[in-house]
């Protein structure tokens, strides 16, 4: 499954993939009033970028990772936090304990859950009045544009299924997906908060960042390394060997009821 390249090179997830803004897991601390008593289940930690963070408040966090070599290298970035702890599964086969996590937090992995287990798993665990947190990440228009655009000739040559003339949207076009939380009857009213930032890179860092996506992963060698050199080629000789990226993060959150919304 395509899902599972993410743990070929874990290494390199851990060093290029970037934490979540300050302001984010602030406010996601907030709308879960997170203690040293409560318990959190995240779901796909990848090595950590959301659970270090989220395991400095003292939490006790459970963190369930379906790539081997992720859970290993979120476990050594966890050995400060005696709290917390990794288990090594699939979401889908995962039995929790039952309904006593105050929190329950997927982020940007939701959508590599099977789509019939996803929320009713997660909400399972919650216990009554605990917070379903999704964050989701969009590349949107924004940074280095004009290396944005001229990039796109790179995909269309290297990459045949890139659609032709494809552009990043501008955030404020970007429409919240709320609609399976909205219908979710274990769920009170959802909140959406959006928080914004760019992201300057070097070069090699930024070849490094698309060397863990799973598009990218998943392509022929050859193809690969030809797309990489022809965007190498563009930072270097046209933007001075660096790019400022633009992402739109949102934190999606909502609570769980004890019985069915009217």
Not at 113 to 131: C, M, V
Not at 235 to 252: A, F, N, S
């Amino acid at each position: 499954m395509l899902r599972d390249v993410f743990d070929e090179d874990a290494e390199l997830y851990d060093r290029a993939r970037p934490a979540y803004p300050p302001a984010l897991v602030g406010a996601l601390i907030d709308a879960a009033a997170l203690t040293p008593d409560t318990r959190v289940l995240e779901v796909g930690p990848g090595t950590g970028q959301l659970t270090v963070p989220l395991a400095r408040t003292g939490c006790r966090l459970t963190a369930v990772e379906l790539g081997p070599s992720l859970a290993a290298v979120t476990r050594r970035n966890l050995r400060p936090f005696p709290a917390a702890r990794v288990e090594v599964a699939a979401f889908e086969e995962w039995t929790p304990p039952g309904p006593v996590f105050g929190l329950a937090v997927c982020a940007t992995a939701f959508h590599w859950i099977d789509p019939a287990l996803r929320l009713p798993g997660l909400t399972a665990a919650l216990a009554p009045g605990g917070t379903l947190a999704l964050i989701t990440t969009h590349h949107v228009a924004g940074g280095s544009e004009e290396f944005f655009a001229r990039a796109q000739g790179c995909y269309e040559r290297w990459d045949p299924a890139t659609p032709p003339g494809l552009r990043a949207s501008d955030e404020r076009d970007v429409a919240s997906d709320t609609g399976e939380l909205d219908a979710c009857d274990r769920l009170g009213p959802v909140e959406v908060r959006r928080f914004s930032r760019e992201i300057t890179y070097t070069t090699e860092a930024y070849l490094d960042v698309l060397r863990t996506y799973s598009g990218h992963r998943a392509l022929p060698t050859p193809a690969r390394d030809g797309l990489l050199a022809c965007l190498a080629g563009l930072i270097d000789d046209r933007h001075g060997g660096r790019v400022t990226k633009r992402y739109l993060h949102e934190l999606i959150t909502a609570r769980r009821v004890e019985r069915p919304v009217a």
